[in-house]
């Protein structure tokens, strides 16, 4: 018999849901010995659409694919799970400033974080839904009553991650792959680090590869932390295919050992590393061991440049922090 995963995803009728769901349920994820059976969390009123999805993972007839629970209710989606990747929120309405998102979806992850700590006890938590450090932080701070460890609650940098991977490969004339120890300081917004100074390319510091520091930390930064916007902006929508495949980069990261001398990036809870304020869901280099243990990589080298940066961004997460005090 294979080993089962079983994964909830919220959200799942959403745009990111239409493109994670198919990937998760091929196995390509944990791979051809594990099975997956999902557990799907929608509100109400999108069940009829969450149906519609479901019949076309069904009509996928995917091999590995377990059962799958669709509910309206976080505590049965959250039975027993491996895995919970927290996509579900309201997108941010016309007008609507910063501030009020995180009013608006706050209380979604009260609920969900109570959920999570009764109904799954060994569980890994990835937070999608925007503004995803700080809700992350909301679950964090509910889940950890009921005993699940603060370590277990990310955020998603890994979009920020792969689009900077991208970029820097591009300037470099190579190949993606190249591309390693590539970390996103902070907060999933436009005031996220994303750090070229300790990336790598065939192994070489980035800079050296580069050589143009003037555009790493001019137009580079700026291309990373106004991505998404330029996504919106092309394509009307927000990303989702990009989007979908980085939450399941960071699965497949945290599920395996990462190679010596390599780290990604992840949001996870402070442990006082580089001074940061420990009490924030913020964007690190990471590594897992590979049985479930994400840690904060010590000792990389920041310039005044990137501390000035870091700072910033820290700052913002603070603030957005004190607008949800309420409710922990
Ligand atoms: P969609 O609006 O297409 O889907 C969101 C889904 O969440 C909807 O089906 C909605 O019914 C559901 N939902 C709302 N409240 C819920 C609740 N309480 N419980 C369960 N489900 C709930 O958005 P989509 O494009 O899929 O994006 C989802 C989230 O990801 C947004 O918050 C978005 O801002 C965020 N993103 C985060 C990214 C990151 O890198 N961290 C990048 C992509 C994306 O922008």
């Known amino acids: 018999m294979p080993r089962?995963?079983?994964v909830a995803v919220t959200g799942a009728a959403g745009q990111i849901g239409y493109a994670l769901l198919p990937?998760?349920?091929?196995?390509?994820?944990?791979?051809?010995?594990?099975?997956?059976?999902?557990?799907?969390?929608?509100?109400?009123?999108?069940?009829?659409?969450l149906e519609g999805v479901v019949m076309e993972l069904q009509d996928c007839a995917f091999p590995l694919l377990g059962d799958i629970r669709v509910?309206?209710?976080?505590?049965?989606?959250?039975?027993?799970?491996?895995?919970?990747?927290?996509?579900?929120?309201?997108?941010?309405?016309?007008?609507?400033?910063?501030?009020?998102?995180?009013?608006?979806?706050?209380?979604?992850?009260?609920?969900?974080?109570?959920?999570?700590?009764?109904?799954?006890?060994?569980?890994?938590?990835?937070?999608?839904?925007?503004?995803?450090?700080?809700?992350?932080?909301?679950?964090?701070?509910?889940?950890?009553?009921?005993?699940?460890?603060?370590e277990r609650f990310h955020a998603m940098t890994r979009l920020d991650q792969n689009r900077a991977m991208a970029q820097l490969a591009a300037k470099a004339g190579t190949d993606?792959?190249?591309?390693?120890?590539?970390?996103?300081?902070?907060?999933?917004?436009?005031?996220?680090?994303?750090?070229?100074e300790n990336a790598k390319i065939k192994?070489?510091?980035?800079?050296?590869?580069?050589?143009?520091?003037?555009?790493?930390q001019g137009e580079f930064i700026q291309l990373i932390q106004q991505r998404g916007a330029a996504v919106i902006a092309a394509r009307g929508l927000s990303s989702a295919a990009s989007a979908a495949n980085a939450a399941l980069d960071h699965v497949m990261s945290v599920d395996s050992a990462t190679p010596q001398g390599h780290w990604f990036s992840a949001a996870?809870?402070?442990?006082?590393?580089?001074?940061?304020?420990?009490?924030l869901i913020f964007g690190y280099p990471v590594r897992s061991d590979g049985k479930g243990n994400v840690s904060i990589v010590k000792g990389l080298e920041l310039s005044e440049f990137?501390?000035?940066?870091?700072?910033?961004?820290?700052?913002?997460?603070?603030?957005?922090?004190?607008?949800?005090?309420?409710?922990?």
């Open 268 to 279: 996870v809870a402070g442990d006082g590393s580089y001074g940061i304020d420990e009490d």
């Open 71 to 150: 509910t309206d209710n976080a505590e049965e989606a959250f039975d027993g799970i491996n895995w919970g990747l927290l996509v579900g929120s309201k997108p941010r309405g016309k007008g609507m400033e910063r501030g009020d998102l995180i009013k608006e979806n706050g209380p979604i992850f009260v609920g969900q974080g109570k959920a999570l700590s009764k109904a799954a006890a060994n569980v890994q938590v990835l937070v999608v839904g925007n503004p995803a450090n700080t809700n992350s932080l909301i679950a964090m701070k509910h889940g950890v009553k009921g005993g699940i460890p603060r």
């Open 306 to 328: 990137a501390r000035a940066r870091i700072a910033a961004t820290e700052k913002e997460l603070q603030e957005e922090r004190a607008v949800v005090q309420g409710l922990f």
């Open 23 to 49: 990937r998760l349920a091929s196995g390509s994820v944990f791979g051809p010995d594990t099975r997956v059976s999902l557990s799907l969390l929608e509100i109400t009123p999108a069940l009829p659409a």
């Open 203 to 216: 192994g070489r510091p980035c800079t050296d590869v580069i050589g143009h520091v003037g555009w790493l």
């Open 176 to 196: 993606v792959a190249d591309v390693t120890n590539m970390t996103i300081w902070g907060n999933h917004s436009a005031t996220q680090y994303p750090d070229a």
């Open 4 to 6: 089962t995963v079983r």
